[in-house]
């Protein structure tokens, strides 16, 4: 009996493991293509220290195709090329393909509270729910008048920091500069950067050696400094978050406020007050270097064709004029305007990589195993080349790399100029703010200011070259524009 015992359980140890070893080997040659890497580094020294990896990218896919598979030591990495392949996985099967990147260090800074980095689940969820309900398209048109407010005075900033270098005959400086370390200064613009890059720094690969020993995790703080820091932080940055909230919930009255009205609609979701300090927080940074990146590649835009500009200051002047400043009422009569926010947010997406998203279960694709925890990365932006999403030949024609706002205008068929095509008046026509149910929550609030800003910068602005910075802008006129301005 003993002995039957024991030949059956190495019998069927064996059966086990030869059925572990050939669907294991089954697995991994159903896996996309991609280049092959060392054992147990996998791809790490091709890709793991590059910066920049939309560049590296690009030598894969005119090698590999839409989709392509890396081995990160071990970590399942999967970079999508395409917009069908992007769409069919990150939109259709949004359902599985929504969680994010886990990290320890994160984890102890907060990430469970940060929207646009927390792991797929409830509190993801309840923060969604939040952020949705005041930054969706409807309730976005009430911040509009804010907007306004803000596209002016930000015109009327470039116009006092040009003048100011000029005074000086030097470039205009950036005022925002990332740190490394936590640093919360009197600047609340800087210091949500900071925060921001706190973050990004702490979920690099190799920054911390937590990420690959996740048993160091139960070290005490006395000996982990790494947990100690990322554990002050955290208390720094609620605090931070806190102050601002209730600050905002405080002044902010007069104005439509979205601090006021996640604290409004705080009982009907069922979020926290903790929750909401955060959410507003993470709101503000993840809307503050995308939306300034986004403008300054639109400044960049004019520099290069002065054409471009001088078709979108025409239609500004026919429509709008010189005695007032631009409004949303113009929205409508203003399609090139439009279509630049759109061509600027195609032609040079502020995030080219997205966020990466991550698979919750084993997926087939077109014969290709994608296995659960792949980190599957949507290559919004490559250099010049045939695939991409947001520069594919065969949706955008073979001028994909070039800022020309026209591909989304047609000739008005009243004879006035241009119009924007139908299918564009609801549709983005580029994948920028990403993909399905973690797509930006903040798309609307960002078109409705890039358009503000963008109209009001022509409207009261020539940008151009000049000898001592690389973008520059003047004044364009009259005194009446100058009051306005005031
Ligand atoms: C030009 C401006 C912006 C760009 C290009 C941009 C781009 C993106 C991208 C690519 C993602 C990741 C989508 C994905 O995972 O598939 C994202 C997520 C997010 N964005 Fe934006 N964004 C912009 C402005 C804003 C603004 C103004 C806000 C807030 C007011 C905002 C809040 C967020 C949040 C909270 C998330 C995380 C959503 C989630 O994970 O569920 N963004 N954005």
Same mark, same amino acid.
């Not at 090698?63 to 071990?74: E, H, R």
């Not at 095509?421 to 920028?432: A, L, V």
């Given at each position: ?16 493991? /030869?059925?572990?070893?050939? @669907? ?22 091709? *890709? ?68 646009? &980095? ?33 596209? /002016? ?13 000029? =005074? ?26 900071? /925060?921001?890059? =706190? ?45 601002? *909230? ?11 406020? @979205?601090? @006021? ?36 590649? *639109? ?46 947010? =195609? ?28 980190? @599957? ?8 080349? &045939? ?30 100029? *241009? ?68």
């Amino acid at each position: 009996m003993g002995t039957i015992f024991i030949f059956s359980s190495i019998v069927g140890a064996s059966l086990l493991l /030869i059925r572990t070893v050939v @669907v294991g080997a089954w697995n991994r040659r159903a896996l996309p293509p991609g280049p092959r890497g060392l054992p147990i580094l996998g791809n790490v020294l091709q *890709f793991g220290m590059s910066q920049s990896l939309w560049f590296t990218f690009d030598k894969l896919q005119s090698k590999y195709g839409p989709i392509v598979y890396l081995n990160m030591a071990g970590k399942d990495i999967v970079v999508l090329n395409t917009k069908a392949v992007a769409t069919e996985l990150l939109d259709r099967r949004s359902a599985i393909y929504s969680n994010r990147p886990a990290s320890i260090v994160t984890r102890h800074l907060g990430s469970e509270l940060l929207l646009s &980095i927390a792991q797929y689940g409830k509190s993801w969820q309840t923060l969604r729910r939040a952020g949705h309900a005041v930054l969706n398209a409807r309730i976005s048109t009430e911040y509009q008048p804010l907007q306004i407010e803000e596209a /002016i005075i930000f015109a009327h900033g470039l116009i006092e920091k040009i003048l100011d270098a000029a =005074r000086q005959n030097q470039a205009p400086t950036h005022e925002i500069r990332p740190s490394d370390k936590l640093h919360i200064t009197s600047d609340p613009l800087q210091t949500l950067c900071n /925060i921001a890059h =706190r973050f990004t720094n702490a979920i690099y690969p190799g920054a911390h050696l937590v990420e690959f020993m996740p048993i160091l995790d139960r070290l005490p703080t006395s000996i982990a400094k790494w947990k100690r820091e990322a554990q002050r932080d955290f208390q720094c940055i609620s605090y931070t978050f806190e102050n601002y *909230f209730n600050d905002a919930v405080k002044n902010d009255q007069r104005q439509a406020s @979205v601090c @006021v009205k996640l604290a409004d609609g705080q009982e009907a979701i069922g979020s926290t007050d903790f929750e909401n300090t955060w959410l507003a927080g993470s709101l503000s940074v993840a809307a503050l270097e995308t939306t300034s990146t986004t403008l300054s590649f *639109f400044l960049y835009a004019m520099t290069l064709h002065p054409e471009v500009q001088r078709e979108a200051q025409l239609e500004i002047d026919r429509v709008v004029g010189r005695s007032r400043n631009p409004t949303f009422a113009d929205m409508k009569h203003l399609p090139y305007v439009r279509a630049i926010v759109k061509e600027v947010l =195609r032609w040079q997406p502020a995030i080219p990589l997205a966020v990466p998203h991550v698979l919750m279960e084993d997926d087939w694709y077109e014969g290709y195993l994608i296995p659960k925890d792949t980190i @599957v990365i949507a290559n919004i932006w490559q250099v010049p080349s &045939i695939l991409s999403i947001n520069r594919d030949k065969e949706i955008y024609g073979p001028d994909a790399d070039e800022f020309r706002p026209e591909r989304f205008l047609r000739q008005s068929e009243r004879g006035l100029g *241009f119009e924007l095509r139908p299918e564009f008046e609801n549709e983005d026509g580029h994948h920028t703010y990403g993909f399905g149910r973690r797509i930006c929550v903040g798309r609307h609030l960002a078109d409705n200011a890039l358009f503000i800003d963008i109209c009001t910068i022509l409207w009261a602005l020539r940008i151009e070259h000049t000898a001592f910075t690389d973008v520059a802008a003047t004044t364009k006129q009259d005194s009446s524009m100058k009051d306005i301005l005031k």
